[in-house]
């Protein structure tokens, strides 16, 4: 798109601030919703590891039938891309499983007493896999560590995700960049509109210079990030909260993301990354290079895949709002994110299977983000529960369906936040925004008084 082509100004859509406390979204949340099994936490963990096992020997079935003796091809070059086939089709879909255990081993880290349950005085202290702090930690390291994550080390910059989503300065990613972190001109208010309601041809023309991509160069783009965004994010701080220093990451026991007292557990989760690792070299070792990436490393990219995709999705969006400290609370960082069926651009069959295989970590996610204490086998009749008080607000809490198109289309939507404002949203290559907030006025009052109609 060129920028004769740009997008005309437009009445921008409006974001109700929502003004509503914790107690009201917990309130409207049944309380059986808050309990958790570790029995049948571990039911749905071993579920997902039989599939993954299952297709593997699918596979591996499938791929001892890719013979001249027990399949006819029109050509022996076809053998070799059938038995690809085969094992590309089983990396697919045992790294959506995999997501699944992801997941797991995500809910075992909620397990620190956090401010949304520590509100709800009529609960007792609630953890996430299991009320078992011991037995979290031993899945959540066991789990982490076995997809080359370090649990505590992501367990405590998520805890501080969930207490500051959306905070321009405290929130630990998919933090937007803003215009003078991209290197733009400042604001000009008499060429363009601060809410980006309206834009003049000139400044469209030198955005869309700096900032704009190509269908080929956004397509690059957003698969880069799908596919190194997560370990980059952990070494590198990419994406991350841009206030911590060059070289901040999650592998250093002294990083500026963690107090003096996580040391020992920092150390731990790398000894998890280590065995990993040492593992993976064990593996390559006995079994051969190509077999461990066949078996173990597809899967493994395409869990890194979701895991970008659901969790960009969810916080990224010209729709949703971020905002600096003297507007932030912990209820409006908490609604400023998306319910997304995942896959369910393909289909309602694919929308199921996606939300089935990820335990409706991208459906339920607002419910999460107000309490993430809620197992994910509850998280469905608690996010009705609380809908019911969110929808009369106005503020939107579905997205589109998660997949490639949407990633495509936030991608190249949400370049950039201005510097000022309280509350901001993202604006497009062409410095033209889609929302703009609007506050609702609780202090007016008739006093009684009747007025004539």
Known sequence: MSPKHAEPARELLQYPVPDLSVKELLAAIPAHCHKRSALKSSAYMFWNMFVILALYHVAT???????????????????????F???ALYGFWAGLFATGLWVVAHEAGHQACSL?????????????????????????WILHSALGVPYHSWRITHAKHHASTGHMTQDQVFVPPTRSEMG????????????????????????????????????????S????????????????????PAGTNHFAPGSIMFAPHHRSQIILSDVGIFLWLAALTASVYTYGLATVLRVYGVPYLWVNHWLVLITFLQHTDPLLP?????????????????????????????????????????????LHHVCSKIPHYNAWEASAALRKVLVPTGIRLDGAPGGWAEM?????????????GDIVFYKNAYGLAKMRPVFTDTTASDSGIEVDK
């Not at 023309?205 to 956004?218: M, T, Y």
């Not at 998306?338 to 991208?362: E, K």
């Not at 495509?408 to 000022?420: A, L, N, Q, T």
């Open 322 to 366: 971020h905002y600096r400290a003297p507007e932030f609370t912990f209820p409006r960082g908490a609604l400023a994110t998306l319910d997304r069926n995942l896959l369910g651009d393909l289909g309602p069959v694919m929308g199921w299977i996606g939300a089935h295989a990820t335990l409706g970590i991208s459906e339920t996610h607002i």
């Open 225 to 244: 990030y799908l596919i190194l965004g997560w370990p980059l994010y952990l070494a590198l701080n990419a994406a991350g909260q841009r206030r911590y």
């Open 61 to 83: 079935y499938a791929d001892a039938l890719v013979n001249p003796q027990t399949l006819s091809l029109p050509h022996p070059a076809l053998f070799p891309f059938a038995r």
């Open 408 to 420: 495509y289309r936030v991608y190249k939507e949400c370049k950039f936040v201005e510097d000022e």
């Open 116 to 140: 949304v349950t520590q509100l709800r005085r009529s609960l007792p202290p609630l953890q996430a896999f299991s009320e078992s702090k011991t037995i979290n930690n031993t899945v959540g």
């Open 184 to 223: 733009l001109k400042p604001l000009d208010p008499k060429r363009e509109d601060p809410l980006g309601a309206s834009v003049s041809e000139e400044v469209k023309k030198e955005l869309w210079e700096a900032l704009g991509d190509s269908p080929i160069g956004a397509t690059y783009g957003f698969m």
């Open 85 to 87: 086939s085969v094992w």
